[in-house]
């Protein structure tokens, strides 16, 4: 049985401006040992699945509206507050993105760490403080003893996040959610860091879970990843067979929309248009439709299940030999994917149907963006561009960058 | 980048800069020719203070220590490094937000630095800033109009009614509908306000850009928006761009040429090509190996050369070396005692190939210089160990282009750093 299982997770935020739609459905399984990269950008529900997973939304807005969340043959939603806080830190540890805003500014790392320690299992101070030092010496930080003196602002920012690391790994987890680690770092320090995590979770045998908008940094440190967009799980596969066959017209988007440090000179960057949907209004149909090169009209209307990308085959949710599953009616072919746009012939991806949520007008926060303005929106876009006069004065070349991202 | 005709064409239009009113350039090279930008010995340093009735000062953080390089007209330079580096400052003082402490920034053979407030207004108008932060860098009260029409209106350019008319243009030019002129920037999306900065920065037609890590707050699928945004700009208009930013990646997407910096140095200046290909110094090739590829074929293969430590203080900059601290290069030479007490020379290694460090030969041809750009085998090299997963020769297309290592022919140091 997996270490860990999501079933069908809804998460629901209310607020003063509606409902979000934080998380639609969501499951997926994680073994012991067993690494887990969840990619996406903000807003699109990782967060707040792994929130939900240790009963830490902020209440009263969030609310789990559906599913099911077991650990180690425990049903985490049925579990009591005090149960569940003994659960985290002990079995599940998480460590967030800004290592400031998880420590406590006026009490020393020696004091947070010992507490920590203290909590959770029946020690001294004495002994709780030897394994404190112990901890820091293993994460790496120099003059252990004298450090923990010390208060968090005291430390750098790669130093606070070892120090939380250190904690997070103090009791021996389960598993460790570590939810954007090094975003908030320079690339050196993350390099450490990551570096860090990886030996640590891998000699303790901890499984983790790594929330990060990042696809370098999941694909040098992860067996397997779900990509997120808009609260639903668009493509979960391990992480080699992803990078070698992106499915989802979503994944093959970001990964043409970033920039390599190993491109080929005068690789061009294919941007997704347009942006992430509103949570509070999600689409009827697929939620990355209205964004997606690929869409059929279908799509518009009809929200695809996640489903293996060979059909027919057996739905294998763990470990290497994990099925490949996407969530889409007209994936991309592999050519497709290599060159980031659909190439078949006389293909163009459907219109919208009359009367949709219109993508390209600004936030309709009291500002009705009708039809009329989102014709104007693809016309400035997309329109013969050479009507309009250019910032210096110059009419502006016909758009012979046909195959430019932008059009 | 741009053509040279596209630049002169769009100099001479009704309200293109005016050339010749940037008063007496006092024996410099006149307008038109050179290099648009020449940063000579710039420096910039915040006084530390201390006390409250008597205010001493009691050092100063050396944000910029003296930086020197040059930006021909078209081309975009990257200035990439790590937080504290200083390369914000760099472009905060190129265009006098800051007042540098030292040196000479030549703008179009202008020293802008000795400029008084009506010389460097006018000569603002030709230099403009992309701020990062597109939540922070927009007036909320203003609209999106009277945002990308300040510019005009604080240069007196045009009657309102042909300012309208120009927001509209800009508007057009940035991708977004001329009729969100009258909305305010809490309707539009990070990616839309980005755009609204980008038309404000354009409204005066400038000849340099300088753009601040302008994709760094937005989402991955709107920075590619942006980086095509910029540069097919910079096509039609002839900018050049001074482009600042953490992520290498990015910066060597965009860049002709990209300048490192460490603790307020230029540590190396190269093509952007050979910058990626053949880093020769010890930070860029391990800024270089720290920068994630989204391949784990060639994450397998790739060993990371994992720095020690924490950037040093600017206040108080290791001497000889600022990077000898954390070197590995350092270590590996058994600690040679020049990189802690004498601080090297930014010197010519190649052609447009400059380097600050001492043994910069050791580092060209070394395995950590192929492994950081992830063509190297991955066998044997003595880095330290980041790859944990079993060694996958060959694999992706990464492998591919480029000169074979270590064929790369070292000139006689002789050229030497501009204007010290």
């Known amino acids: 049985m997996a270490l860990l299982s999501v079933e069908d997770l809804v998460v629901r935020f209310r607020t003063h401006e509606g409902t979000i739609h934080a998380v639609n459905g969501v499951s997926f399984e994680l073994e012991e040992g067993e690494r887990l990269g969840l990619v996406g950008e903000s807003g699109c529900g990782k967060s707040v699945t792994n929130l939900a997973i240790i009963r830490l939304l902020p209440k009263p807005a969030g609310r789990i509206e559906g599913g099911r969340v077991r650990f180690d043959g425990q049903d985490l939603m049925a579990l009591d507050e005090a149960d569940i806080r003994d659960l985290r830190g002990r079995e599940i540890a998480m460590i967030f993105q800004d290592p400031m805003t998880s420590l406590n500014p006026v009490l020393t790392i020696e004091e947070q760490m010992v507490e920590t320690i203290q909590a959770h299992r029946k020690v001294g101070r004495d002994e709780a403080r030897a394994r404190a030092i112990e901890l820091l010496e293993t994460v790496g930080i120099a003059q252990a003893a004298e450090r923990l003196r010390n208060f968090p602002h005291q430390f750098s920012g790669g130093m606070r996040q070892r120090v939380m690391i250190a904690m997070a790994l103090a009791l021996h987890p389960k598993l460790l959610i570590a939810d954007e680690p090094t975003t908030a770092l320079d690339v050196t320090i993350q390099a450490q860091v990551l570096e860090l995590l990886r030996e640590l979770t891998e000699s303790s045998g901890t499984a983790l879970i790594l929330i990060t908008h990042d696809l370098g940094v999941v694909a040098g440190m992860t067996q397997r990843i779900n990509v997120m967009y808009a609260g639903y799980v668009v493509e979960m596969a391990p992480t080699g067979e992803l990078f070698a066959h992106p499915s989802h017209p979503y994944t093959v988007g970001l990964l043409h929309s970033v920039p390599r440090v190993d491109e080929r000179e005068g690789e061009e960057l294919i941007p997704i248009e347009g942006r992430p949907p509103d949570m509070r209004q999600l689409p009827a149909g697929c939620a990355f439709a209205p964004r997606c090169a690929w869409r059929l009209e279908r799509c518009w209307v009809e929200n695809p299940p996640l489903r293996p990308l060979v059909e027919g085959t057996p739905i294998v949710t763990t470990g290497p030999q994990a099925s490949h599953l996407i969530a889409c009616h007209n994936p991309p072919t592999p050519d497709e994917a290599a060159s980031g746009r659909p190439t078949r012939p006389g293909f163009s991806p459907a219109p919208a149907p009359p009367g949709l949520i219109d993508e390209l007008s600004p936030r309709s926060n009291g500002v009705p963006g009708g039809l009329a303005d989102l014709v104007e929106a693809i016309e400035a876009i997309e329109g013969p561009l050479s009507a309009f006069p250019s910032a210096a004065g110059l009419p502006l070349p016909p758009a012979e960058e046909g195959p430019d991202g932008e059009r | 980048m741009a053509s040279a005709e596209q630049r002169a064409a769009g100099g001479a239009s009704a309200t293109g800069p005016a050339a010749g009113a940037t008063g007496p350039a006092a024996g410099a090279t006149g307008p038109g020719a050179g290099p648009l930008l020449q940063v000579e010995g710039l420096t910039v340093h915040f006084p530390i203070r201390q006390g409250i009735i008597i205010e001493r000062r009691i050092g100063d953080v050396r944000a910029v220590d003296g930086i020197s390089f040059s930006l021909a007209r078209g081309e975009t330079l990257g200035l990439v490094g790590e937080s504290g580096c200083g390369k914000s400052t760099t472009g905060r003082a190129i265009v006098r937000l800051y007042e540098p402490t030292a040196g000479r920034v030549l703008f179009d053979g202008v020293d802008i630095t000795t400029l008084d407030a009506t010389g460097l207004r006018r000569m603002r108008r030709r230099m403009q800033m992309i701020f990062q932060d597109p939540y922070a860098s927009l007036n909320p009260r203003m609209t999106a109009g009277g945002i990308i029409a300040e510019p005009l209106e604080i240069h007196r350019v045009g009657t309102p009614g042909e300012r309208r008319e120009r927001v509209r243009e800009l508007l057009a030019t940035v991708g977004l509908s001329p009729d969100y002129a009258s909305r305010y920037p809490h309707e539009f999306s990070g990616g839309q306000r980005q755009r609204i900065g980008v038309a404000r920065a354009l409204a005066l037609e400038p000849d340099l850009v300088v753009a ?169 090299a003595p880095v330290v160990p980041g790859g944990g997963a079993p060694v996958v020769p060959g694999g992706s297309a990464a492998a591919a282009g480029g000169a074979p290592p270590g064929a790369r022919a070292v000139p006689p140091p002789g050229a030497s750093r501009p204007g010290e």
């Not at chain 2, 989402?219 to 910029?230: E, K, Y």
């Not at chain 2, 994992?306 to 206040?315: E, F, H, R, T």
């Open chain 2, 212 to 380: 601040d890590e302008p994709i760094s707050a937005l989402d991955v699928s709107i920075q590619a928006q942006i980086i095509n945004l910029l540069e097919r700009l910079q096509g039609r208009l002839g900018l050049t761009y001074l482009f600042i930013a953490h992520d290498l990646s990015v910066v060597r997407h965009i860049s002709d040429r990209i300048a490192v910096m460490y603790l307020g140095r230029i540590v190396e200046l190269a093509s952007s090509r050979d910058l990626n290909r053949t880093p020769l110094h010890p930070y860029s090739v391990a800024l270089l190996s720290a920068v994630p590829i989204p391949d784990p074929a060639v994450e397998a293969r790739r060993r990371r050369i994992i720095l020690k430590g924490d950037v040093p203080s600017p206040a108080a900059p290791p001497p000889g070396c600022r990077f000898h601290t954390r070197c590995w290069l350092r270590e590996r030479l058994g600690n040679p005692v020049e990189c802690e007490t004498i601080d090297p020379e930014f010197r010519s290694l190649a052609t447009d190939h400059q380097v600050a460090c001492h043994f910069a030969e050791k580092v060209d041809g070394s395995a950590e210089q192929l492994q950081a750009a992830g063509r190297g085998t991955g066998g044997g």
